[in-house]
C-alpha cells in the first residue's frame, strides 16, 4: 500500500504535460490517432483493430530557439469537426467532400500542431504563432511499423556518391519492392511512398501544402521498420550550369532547412491508410489539405490535349519540307491540331536558341508571330517550353512579353531540385503567370502538394518516369509493369505528364529504344487506356501528325477524351499488376484499363451507370495483341441489363471505351 502510495504521488509531482494523450478519430471512427504529450511528442495511428504506426515522434528544431515537439508546454487543446464540399478545378471529379475531425494543440513555445482524421488517413502539421520570422534547422517526421513490411521504394534514380548529391536529381524514379529493414542506406526515397501492411492494408505517406520549405525525402539509415524524413538544406550559393546552362546548382549550403516568415505554415505530413488498392487510385487528400485558390477568376485557365513534337522527333513525313524546329513544321502541327479538335500545340526545347539562357533570343528558322496568328485563325493556341533559368531569371518580363503576343502557357523544364528557394519559385512563377494569364507545366520538378488548387494555372507536372524512357531504353526496363504501380503512388500525389500516345507499339520483347522513331511497351489499346486512366489536365499526344492521321480511328478517340472529369471510380485494381477506372464528363462516361505483362481477364461492374440502356464504343485488344502489340478491335456494343462486362487484355494489355445512352 505504502509502494503504491509513493507511486501516485510521484504521478500527481509530474509536469501536467508528461500525462496528457488526446485521442482523435475519423468521422466512420475507424481511424484512431492518439497524440501523447511526453518529453517528446508522438502519434500512434490504429485502424479497426491493426495498429498502423507504433508511436512515432516528430520535432521541429529552430535555429537559436527551442525544439518543437520536445519538452513543449501545452497552453490549449480544441478539437472540431468539419464536413463541407469543396468546388474543385481542373481535377478528377467536380465537388470533394471535405469530412474530418481535427485537434488543434498550442504550445507555449509559440508554436501549434495540429491534427486531422479523415476517413482515407491522417495529417499533421506544425504552425508558427511567432510574430517573428524563424529559422527551421532540422525537422524529424518518423513512421514507425509494427514488423518488417515490404514497401515499394521510388529511389532517386542514378548513380551518386552521398546522400548530398541526391538533392540534386530529375524526380523520375521506378519502384523497388523490398522489406523495410532492405531499404537502401545511402538512398533517398521520394514521397508518395507505399507501405503494404496485413490484411490487404496499405499505407500511403506523401505531403500537401508545401509552400516555403523543403520538400521531404525518405530514407531509413538503420535497417529498422521505421522511416524517417530527410530534407534538402538551404543553399549558400549556385552557380548556372547543368542541361545547356538552364540550371542553378548548388555549390554549398547553410546548416539549416529554411528561412520562414512569421506565423508560417508548414507542410502537411499525410499517413494514407487503405483497405483496397482501388482507394489509393483514387484519394483526394493531397488536394483537400492544400491551400485554397488564390485567382480571384480562373475562367481564362483551359485545360485540353496538347500536339507534341518532341517525342516523336519532329517525325513528320510525306511533306515538301524538311521537318524539325522551323515555323513550317510548326505550322503542320497547328493544322494537324485544328483538324481534330486539339487546344494546343507546344514547342518544346530549341525554338531558343541554345545555351544562351535567353528566352528573347528566337533561333532564325522560327516565326513565333506567324505561327500565334496561324493558331489563332484555327483555334489552337501556343506553349512554349522553358528551361528553368530561363525563364526564372527573366521571370515577369518573360510572362509579359509572350502573353501579350498571345502565348498560352510555358512547359518550365530543369528544375530538378525541392529546397525552399526552388519550391519559392514555383510559387513566385505560378503567381506571376496568373497575373499575365499564362498556364504552367512544370516538368523535372518535384511531385505535386497541392499547387494546383492554389494557383489552378498550373495545369500539370511530370515527376513521373513518363513514356519519354522509351525513346532510350530497351526490353531491360519494365514501363508495362511501372505503368500498373505508379498511379497507386505518386498519382495520389496530382496530375503527371506522362505523355502517353504512341502509335508504334511493341511487345516485352520487341521493344527497342529508338529516337527518331520511339515506340511504346504494350498494346495499343493500352496506349488509349492511359488516357483515362492518368490524371492529366493538360494532356499531351506524344506522337506525329503523321502517325496519327495513319491511324485517324484512335486518334478521333484521344481527341475526345476529357482531361478534366465531373466523376471518377477506381473500379478494381492491384498495385503492379492491373487498374481499372471510369470517368465521368457530363452524361458520357469513359472507362480504361491495363495489366502487366499477364494476359487477364477485366470483370467490370458497371452498375454506377444507372437505369437507362446504354451502349459503347469499345476499344480492345486484338486476337494477335500478344504478338503483333498494334493489334486492335474498334466495335460498339450494348450494355448489359445486368451491367457486367468481362473483356480480354493481352499481355501489356489494356481496352478502352465511350460509353453513353442510347
Known sequence: MKHTLTILLLALA????????????????????????????????????DTILKPSPLAMALENGPTWGRGSHLSSAKTHAVNQQISALFYKRNQITDQYQELVLQFKENFSLIFRAYNQGVAYRFVSNSNQAIIVKNEEARFNFTKDFNVYVPYVKGKYKDLESQYFNSFENEYTYTALSKMSADKLAFSPLVVSLDKGKKVCLAEADLESYPGMYLVNKDGSTSLQSDFAPYPTATKQGGHNELQQLVTSREPYLAKSQAKAKFPWRIVIVSTSDTELADNDMVYQLAAPSRLADASWV??????????NHWGISKVDFEAGINTQTYQAYIDFAAKNGIQYVILDEGWAVNKKADLFQVVPEIDLKKLIAHGKAKNVGIILWAGYYAFERDLEKVCKHYSEMGVKGFKIDFMDRDDQPMV???????????????????????????????????INFEAVHGLEQMKWTGPELDQVTYDVTMPFIRMVAGPIDYTQGAMRNATKRTHRGINDEPMSQGTRCRQLAQYVIFESPLNMLCDSPTNYEKEQECTDFISAVPTVWDQSIALDGQIGKHLTIARRKGEVWYVGGMTNWDARKA?????????????????????????????YQKETVTIPANRKMALNMAKG????MKIYKK
Open 302 to 311: 483551359k485545360p485540353g490535349k496538347v500536339a507534341w513534337e518532341w517525342w
Open 424 to 458: 519559392d519559385f514555383h510559387y513566385r512563377a505560378a503567381e506571376i503567370a496568373a497575373k499575365y494569364q499564362l498556364m504552367l507545366d512544370f516538368h523535372g520538378t518535384y511531385k505535386p502538394t497541392g499547387i494546383n488548387r492554389t494557383y489552378p494555372n498550373v
Open 603 to 631: 470483370a467490370l461492374d458497371l452498375s454506377f451507370l444507372g437505369e437507362g440502356n446504354y451502349v459503347a464504343e469499345l476499344y480492345r485488344d486484338g486476337a494477335n495483341a500478344n504478338r503483333i502489340a498494334s493489334d
Open 14 to 49: 509530474l509536469p501536467n504535460w508528461a500525462q496528457k494523450k488526446y485521442q482523435l478519430k475519423s468521422p466512420n471512427g475507424k481511424l484512431v490517432t492518439t497524440v501523447s504529450l511526453g518529453d517528446q511528442i508522438s502519434y500512434l495511428i490504429t485502424h479497426e483493430s
Open 653 to 656: 494489355g489494356g481496352f478502352a
